[in-house]
Each structure stands twice: as structure tokens, then as C-alpha cells.
């Protein structure tokens, strides 16, 4: 074994037994803003941020899976339920956990909806005097939720969302549809079932409106005031998920390195403020943006 190698399995044990024992760790500096969101209402929240490798800037990839741990297992985020899936293009996972298990997932339900009304008209399908492209931008830009609800039943309702998902490769056992926007907690579904769609989605005819129809960080829709003035900010294209005791963030980040990451993040915590659920998916999904080979 070289040295390199040595120094990096010698840092995994160190960072394996700091979190098993409770010790701090050394932090690297993060986002004051994302701090600020991480440390509301609660005792302070240990959160393992990699060492750089010498002479570069960002986290190691080795450092991907203990960095989020430290995040989801760590009270009181740990008293909830988290579910994260991360994969490359290809189907590379990153990162998973519990990454089948069927949470709330908020308005990420109208990625279901929106991407089966794609899949099913062409962007030019008149909705009330409107194309199905402004219809589903502003359903998913603005999470717009009488828009959702309208395009589920212009459709043709959750059955025919399941059957025209299953023919992009969507398990229709992995999920639980009852309304278009995701307002009722009586939906469930897995962060698997969100990157099939994600995945899914990008030899769709209708790509380019799917793709423009999702809220950039720091820059558009629900995700304007998030993960701005970070390496995020206009790399992340992803809708967000809001309910009391529910966040979640399922998208796509283009990584100048990796390539384009697909990504789905569902948290049920009611233990904690949902400032502190959105700064920990934040805090992830810098983590993506700042990966590094090692």
C-alpha cells in the first residue's frame, strides 16, 4: 500500500471512530448561510466535512458516504426518517439510503405528474388556454398546486400516471399517487422512484421542457434563495418538496467533473424545525457540487 493510499485509509478510520465515539471533528468551512439553517433551535449537529486532498479544493469522493452519515444519523436529524438516492447517468450509485423506503415526499409529487403529462401530450397540448410547456413549468417552477392538480385530471388520473411512468422504466409498485401536487401526506413514494424518473426522463422527446421546468438554485422558481453564492448555484436543477415535517429535494446537478449527477432526497422529521431539514439537504447537495477524484 503507498503512502496515499495509507493517508486516506488512515483518515477513513479516524473520521469512523470519531463519529462511533461522539468526538468533534475538524470542520472545513461551509456556507454561512447553510450554517445558519443547521444550527437553529437545536443543540449543535456534528456534520463530518472532508479534508480537501492537498493541493486541491473540494471533498474526496472516498469521504462522500461518511460526510452524509454524519448528517442523517446524527440527532436530531437521525429521528426522523431520511431517504437518499444518488446515482450517476449511467446508474452508478454514489450514495443510497433506505433509498426504497416509501416516505412522504410532498410536492416532489409533481414530478409524477408532470413527467406522465409529457410522456402522454406534446408541449404544444392546449390546457385552458395554455400550452402543456407553460403548464408544466409553472407547475413545477412556481410548485404550483391547483396547476397539479388540474394536469392530474386533464390526464386521466394516478392509474394512467403509473402506466405511462412503467414505460419509462418506473417500478408502479414504488409509489403512491392520490393527488397531483403532493398536498395530501397520504402519498408515498421512494427515492428510487424519483431517480427512475429523473433518469427516465432524459430520452423523453419532451426533455428540454422537463428540464427547463425545474427550479434552479440561486437562480429560479421555489429554489431562488437556496444554496445561493455556493458552488451550487446554477448547477443544481431540481423541484423542491415542502410539508409540516417534510422537505425534500429531487433533481439533477451537473458536476464539471462526474458529469450530470441525478439525486432525490426525502426527509420526515417532525423532531425539528424545517429550516434545519432544508439546511441539511443543502449542505448534501454542496457536498455533491464540491466532489472531487481523489
Known amino acids: ?37 443547521l444550527f437553529q433551535n437545536f443543540e449543535p449537529i456534528r ?5 480537501a486532498e ?30 437518499i438516492l444518488i446515482q450517476s447517468l449511467d446508474g452508478q450509485v454514489l450514495y443510497s439510503y433506505n433509498a426504497d423506503s416509501a416516505l412522504i415526499p410532498a410536492s416532489n409529487v409533481k414530478l ?52 405511462t411512468l412503467s414505460e419509462i422504466g418506473v417500478n408502479a409498485n414504488g409509489y403512491r399517487q392520490v393527488d397531483g401536487s403532493g398536498l395530501s401526506r397520504s402519498n408515498s413514494a421512494s427515492p428510487t422512484t424519483f431517480v427512475s424518473i429523473l433518469r427516465g ?35 443544481v436543477h431540481a423541484k423542491t418538496g415542502t410539508l409540516t415535517g417534510v422537505r425534500a429535494l429531487s433533481g439533477y446537478l451537473e458536476h464539471p467533473t462526474y458529469g450530470v449527477l441525478v439525486f432525490s432526497i426525502l426527509a420526515n422529521n417532525s423532531d425539528v424545525s424545517g429550516e434545519s431539514l432544508v439546511g441539511a439537504i443543502d449542505t448534501i447537495v454542496l457536498q455533491l457540487a464540491q466532489l472531487t477524484p481523489c
Open 1 to 37: 500500500m503507498d503512502k496515499k493510499k495509507s493517508w486516506f485509509k488512515s483518515l477513513g478510520w479516524i473520521a469512523a471512530a470519531a463519529i462511533a465515539t461522539g468526538l468533534p471533528l475538524a470542520p472545513k468551512a461551509v456556507n454561512a448561510q447553510t450554517s445558519d439553517y
Open 47 to 51: 456534520i463530518l466535512v472532508p479534508p
Open 54 to 83: 492537498r493541493g486541491r479544493s473540494g471533498i474526496c469522493s472516498a469521504f462522500l458516504q461518511p460526510a452524509i452519515d454524519s448528517i442523517v444519523k446524527t440527532p436530531p436529524l437521525s429521528n426522523g426518517r431520511w431517504g
Open 112 to 163: 409524477l405528474t408532470t413527467a406522465a403529462a409529457l410522456q402522454r401530450f406534446s408541449p404544444q397540448t392546449q390546457i385552458r388556454s395554455q400550452s402543456m410547456r407553460q403548464w408544466v413549468t409553472t407547475t413545477n417552477q412556481m410548485s404550483n398546486n391547483d396547476y397539479a392538480d388540474a394536469l392530474l385530471s386533464f390526464i386521466g388520473g394516478p392509474q394512467v400516471v403509473r402506466r
Open 201 to 235: 426522463m432524459r430520452s423523453s422527446n419532451a426533455w428540454d421542457v422537463w428540464y427547463g421546468s425545474l427550479p434552479v438554485a440561486g437562480v429560479s422558481g421555489t429554489l431562488r434563495n437556496r444554496m445561493r453564492d455556493t458552488s451550487a448555484r446554477g448547477i
